[in-house]
């Protein structure tokens, strides 16, 4: 995998350095800027491939490797097709890699489980359950009351007050989304993974979800590892942002973001930092 | 115009032309045989008035009772788990997709020679009749569960058997009360057919009775009728179960 990491580069977009710190540090093997923790997750030499038509192979995956601290919020950002739905289900565990290591904090991945929940754009609310009971259905001991009370709590907190009888057809597509999170929420999962996330929802309510997400993460620390084609929400959001390359993927780029919330999605240095993804994805206009 | 009259009137219109046309037909050919729509109902009024209308109905009803609610018993559980595992779906399948087309029909010599004439026979009729379309139905309504409910149900750790109970059976739901239309409906077909061979009560029974005693048209006709109403009934009530709030999601949007 040296190849692969010797075609990354690291750049640094802090608050107060604008200028030389956006800059490229070229040939920056480092994948990660912890250094004595055990990282929440750790990804090394990662390749996965599928059997084609006429039992030729093709690869998707080929030499992904990142850290994601604990807490942390880390973006992958990559152009359709690379294989980012591909490695979402090896990272939360329902595909195997052909090759590569996959510690959660150390450990190899126990496969999909409360610990890591994934919340994808096509969304899973159960529709023959309520909202309610949605959101008890990841929870011991089904529907004691002191879980009733609980999944109350969250629908609260997402803004579902009132609607905890109601079940999923009688809702919008918005509030399908804070269900999906409110589930999620409640089983406190330690790493959230989330995949396109708000992809299937209208603009407006896309940017309204991106707060509501920052404003529960806030209150309730998760590691997250958001997958996405949309470089707005990844500024948005991320800590760090990781860019992948066409297929078969790798990460070609990495980018740290040290700015606190809320953002200003437009200001000289996120144009500069945007300009500079999406140069990575080959979209740029000189 | 009231927008509810709009909807029926039209309907209505085109069964009275029908009776009206029937009336005209037979008093202008002067038959003999075939009865006006008002014999029919003279007709009618008979059987129920001497009782034996009910008993007929009730022996008809009784039998799909009966048999559909056993291809009930053994094609939904046989058809969840035809489903779930797919090694039971390998091995039955072909089978059940040669016998499936295979009209009920064809089974009658058969069923007159395992269980003779009486209530078994129209009772195996319609289990045999029914229970194919329930297998079916709920197999490939397993199969199209979609994948993404499987997986969060997996996310939350749950055991298999609470995926079974809460995420396979109620999203199967919708799909096995398809089946349960389609096996009623061709249930009360077949029920028909098989009381017209060789059994003393029913529906089908009083068709050929009335027609070998004496053509009593107005009877054939009468129960033809009482026919069609009782299986729009029965396909109303089955549909009922689709107002259940737990399979709605499957019919709105």
Redesign the interface.
């Known amino acids: 995998m040296l190849a692969a990491s010797s075609r990354e580069h690291i750049a640094k977009a802090g608050r107060l350095g604008s200028g030389p710190a956006l800059g490229p540090q070229q040939g920056t093997t480092a994948a990660t800027p912890i250094t004595d923790m055990v990282p929440k997750i750790s990804v090394r030499g990662l390749v996965k491939s599928f059997k084609g038509a006429k039992g030729k192979t093709l690869q998707v995956i080929d030499g992904v490797e990142f850290d994601v601290a604990e807490g942390e919020f880390v973006a992958i950002v990559g152009p359709s097709g690379c294989g980012k739905s591909t490695l979402m289900n090896i990272l939360?565990g329902?595909e195997k890699p052909d090759s590569g290591t996959l510690l959660i904090d150390g450990r190899p991945h126990p496969g999909?489980?409360?610990q890591?929940?994934?919340i994808?754009q096509?969304?899973?609310v159960?529709?023959?359950?309520t909202v309610q009971q949605n959101l008890m259905?990841?929870l011991a001991g089904k529907d004691s009351a002191a879980n009733a009370e609980l999944a109350d709590h969250y629908a609260a907190m997402v803004g579902l007050k009132g609607f905890e009888n109601a079940?999923?057809?009688e809702l919008s597509g918005g509030m399908l989304k804070r269900v999906e999170l409110a589930r999620a929420f409640i089983?406190k999962p330690e790493i959230l993974y989330l995949d396109e996330p708000f992809s299937a929802l209208d603009a407006l309510m896309n940017l309204r979800m991106r707060n509501e997400l920052l404003r529960i993460l806030a209150e309730e620390k998760h590691t997250v590892l958001l997958i996405t084609h949309d470089v707005d929400e990844a500024l948005y959001m991320a800590d760090r942002i990781l860019v992948l390359s066409p297929r078969p993927t790798c990460i070609q780029a990495r980018f740290e973001l040290d700015m606190p919330h809320p953002r200003r999605l437009i200001s000289p240095e996120m144009d500069a930092l945007r300009e500079r993804i999406l140069n990575e994805l080959g979209l740029v206009s000189p | 115009m009231n927008p509810r009259l709009g909807k029926v009137l039209p309907p209505l219109a085109v069964i009275t032309a029908v009776i009206a046309f029937w009336w005209w037909i037979v008093v202008h050919n002067e038959s003999p045989i075939f009865p006006t729509p008002w014999q029919v109902v003279t007709g009618t009024l008979e059987l129920a008035e001497d009782g034996t209308l009910w008993e007929h109905i009730g022996a008809s009803l009784y039998r799909v009772g009966i048999g559909f609610g056993a291809a009930m018993l053994v094609g939904i559980p046989l058809g969840l788990w035809m489903g779930w595992v797919a090694g039971a779906y390998r091995t039955f399948n072909p089978i059940f997709q040669m016998l499936r087309p295979i009209s009920p029909i064809a089974w009658i010599p058969l069923a007159i020679l395992w269980f003779g004439i009486g209530e078994a026979s129209p009772i195996f009729l319609i289990f045999i009749s029914s229970v194919f379309p329930l297998i079916v139905q709920t197999t490939s309504g397993v199969h199209t569960i979609d994948r993404r409910y499987l997986r969060a149900a997996a996310n939350f750790g749950v055991t298999r058997w609470v995926m079974f109970r809460r995420v396979v059976i109620p999203a199967v739901l919708p799909e096995i009360i398809i089946g349960m239309r389609i096996g009623i409906g061709v249930a009360w077909l077949v029920v028909v057919a098989a009381e017209m061979i060789a059994l003393r009560s029913g529906l089908g029974y009083l068709i050929m009775d009335s027609r070998n005693a004496g053509n009593r048209y107005d009877l054939v006709i009468a129960a033809m009728i009482i026919i069609g109403v009782i299986g729009l009934l029965l396909d109303g009530i089955t549909r009922l179960l689709e107002k259940l709030k737990t399979v709605r999601w499957r019919y709105v949007r």
Request: net charge neutral; aromatic share 28%.
């Open positions: 939360a329902f999909p489980s409360p890591g929940i994934v994808s096509y969304g899973s159960f529709p023959w359950l259905f990841g079940y999923p057809h089983v």
